[in-house]
């Protein structure tokens, strides 16, 4: 059953608020994810059609919720969220191609890997916690963990996880951090970054 509430409280930074039903009751929660369509961030005072849900603990929260004007999305957003999921795989697969075929050792397709594996489960962890009201992962670990590498895993995580797509600010740096990544990984063709990098892995083994 729909129901129709007020969005009386809401924390932008952390994407989650309150919601006052207009027959009366308690409060319930709702989660930014919990927007069917999310081309705009709620704001206090809006109103919210949802369906009442239940979480782990059992306690009540807004599922399936739209704004009031809200317009239905578009169907090229899809398809976009599965060309970042195809640019990330190529990368990697692009990394792999270049350790067969070049001087690139393997340390670097192992480094993405870990990475990019790494920044998923941290990126699924914020997500859960974000949902649950609990500590949150800080966005400078979520962004280092991108530049270090991670940033296929990040991509694949935000598409298929539906986590950090909105924030306008956080997507900006973070592609800033893929472009610097990405350059960095180019800089390894040329013969300075070939001798830094074998001079790097030398002092580490």
């Not at 919990?34 to 709620?42: H, K, L, Q, T, V």
């Not at 690139?104 to 870990?114: E, F, K, Q, R, T």
Request: proline content about 3%; overall charge positive.
């Amino acid at each position: 059953m729909r129901i129709k509430g007020k969005l009386t409280s809401w924390n932008d930074e952390k994407g989650f608020g309150f919601i006052t039903p207009m027959a009366g009751g308690k409060q319930i929660f709702i989660h930014i994810n919990a927007f069917s369509i999310r081309n705009r961030r709620p704001v206090v005072g809006e109103i919210v059609t949802y369906t009442q849900a239940s979480d782990k603990q059992g306690r009540p929260r807004a599922i399936k919720a739209t704004l009031t004007g809200d317009k239905l999305p578009e169907k090229t957003k899809r398809s976009n969220g599965t060309l970042t999921i195809v640019v990330a795989l190529l990368f990697l697969i692009t990394v792999g191609i270049s350790v067969f075929f070049t001087k690139i050792p393997i340390h670097i397709l192992a480094l993405y890997m870990a990475a990019s594996l790494l920044t998923f489960i941290m990126y699924a962890l914020d997500k859960s916690a974000a949902q649950a009201g609990a500590w949150r992962t800080q966005e400078s670990t979520l962004h280092l963990l991108s530049l270090a590498g991670g940033w296929p895993g990040a991509l694949i995580a935000q598409q298929k996880l539906r986590h950090k797509t909105q924030k306008k600010t956080f997507r900006l740096v973070f592609w800033i951090t893929v472009f610097l990544n990405c350059g960095s990984f180019a800089w390894l063709f040329t013969p300075s970054g070939a001798a830094t990098l074998q001079s790097l892995i030398s002092s580490i083994m």
